[in-house]
């Protein structure tokens, strides 16, 4: 990994750390509404992982692969800060779907179904679907849930993983909120899951999953979508 001369090899490093780039571009795509190209967040990741090449130093102290993909990520959220992806309207219908599943819960004593949920919305089902495909499913725990944040006055991708001390993830490390998060999982529709242990466990993205179940990527964001909004109905009282 390192010239003659004792320095980074830049070529070496940046093959070696395209497919990082590209598997956090694909986890990151899956949060996002459809107009948002993977392309672009790659190519956006590469100018991180170039920004990090730079930046790294041994004496820091930190592995390079975890300064990297700070360095990706921060790249990736910054584009996104600038364009604006995502409208308040989206937000909205995100916290709407939610709202709907737990009083769907709380009235019939289980997970509602899809068509359950459409209804108490309002909606046609293939109405329901498409919004889940324009929303996405987001994370799990929003930063806001810890801090008592609002939702108006907060930007969206503020909550997001700007930072790796303000990544949510790190928020389940707490063992309670892990061991709720596991029983919550277990109640959700099988297929549902399938996708949620393929998608956080085994690192598998939507076209990937697409094609172990059978099933278009459409239909598989649809369902993350609907999984998470499932959890986090669940989550909201821990």
């Not at 459809?34 to 590469?46: A, C, K, R």
Request: hydrophobic letters at 40%; a negative charge.
């Amino acid at each position: 990994m390192y010239t003659a001369k004792g320095h980074l090899d830049r070529e070496h490093m940046i093959r070696q750390y395209v497919p990082l780039v590209r598997r956090l571009a694909h986890h990151m795509i899956a949060k996002l509404p459809p107009n948002i190209e993977l392309d672009d967040l790659i190519q956006v990741g590469m100018i991180g992982l170039s920004e990090a090449l730079t930046r790294y130093e041994v004496a820091q102290g930190v592995q390079f692969e975890t300064f990297a993909t700070q360095r990706i990520r921060g790249a990736m959220i910054d584009e996104l800060r600038e364009g604006d992806w995502m409208s308040r309207g989206s937000r909205k219908s995100q916290k709407e779907i939610e709202r709907a599943v737990q009083r769907l819960e709380q009235k019939l004593g289980r997970s509602p179904l899809e068509s359950e949920i459409a209804a108490e919305l309002d909606m046609e089902l293939a109405d329901y679907q498409e919004l889940l495909g324009k929303v996405r499913g987001t994370q799990l725990v929003y930063l806001e849930d810890m801090t008592g944040g609002s939702d108006e006055e907060s930007s969206f991708l503020d909550r997001h993983i700007a930072d790796e001390s303000a990544d949510p993830i790190h928020l389940l490390r707490d063992h309670r909120l892990r061991a709720s998060l596991v029983e919550a999982i277990k109640t959700l529709p099988e297929r549902e899951q399938y996708i949620m242990s393929m998608y956080y466990e085994n690192d598998l993205n939507l076209k990937e999953i697409a094609a172990v179940l059978e099933i278009t990527e459409s239909r598989v964001c649809q369902l993350h979508s609907q999984s998470i909004a499932r959890l986090r109905a669940k989550m909201r009282s821990h």
